[in-house]
């Protein structure tokens, strides 16, 4: 079992950057995929990013179209922490985003599937 705290959030205007962070507790960090997902008021909740667990894939990756070439999702297995680096905002990112994780699953397969575990979420607000 893992638990998972996002940090980072906060109001940036339309083409600022910012990093969020997901901490994460328990065993095996390594083994797990880890990802990103968003939900806007009034939206369901979308996938964003994942990074496969580094023992298998080598940590590969999967975007959603609409953050492609502007986030950027990183592990650092030895901090238990996965990270989100969000380029050139836009206000349509505003949204709650939450860290997520699967156990042994690949990066392709969270954005259909979802994961089993979930943070409590941190606020993004992109103002134009």
């Known amino acids: 079992q893992v638990q998972l705290v996002e940090s980072g959030g906060g109001l940036v205007q339309a083409g600022d950057s910012l990093r969020l962070s997901c901490a994460a507790s328990g065993r095996a960090f390594s083994s797990y995929t880890m990802g990103w997902f968003r939900q806007a008021p009034e939206k369901e909740r979308e996938f964003v990013a994942a990074i496969s667990w580094s023992d298998w894939s080598g940590g590969g990756t999967s975007y959603a179209d609409s953050v492609k070439g502007r986030f950027t999702i990183s592990r650092d297995n030895a901090k238990n922490t996965v990270y989100l680096q969000m380029d050139s905002l836009k206000p349509e990112d505003t949204a709650i985003y939450y860290c997520?994780?699967?156990?042994?699953?690949?990066?392709?397969?969270?954005?259909?599937?979802?994961?089993?575990?979930w943070g409590q979420g941190t606020q993004v607000t992109v103002s134009s």
């Open positions: 997520a994780a699967t156990y042994r699953s690949t990066a392709q397969a969270m954005g259909p599937l979802g994961a089993g575990y």
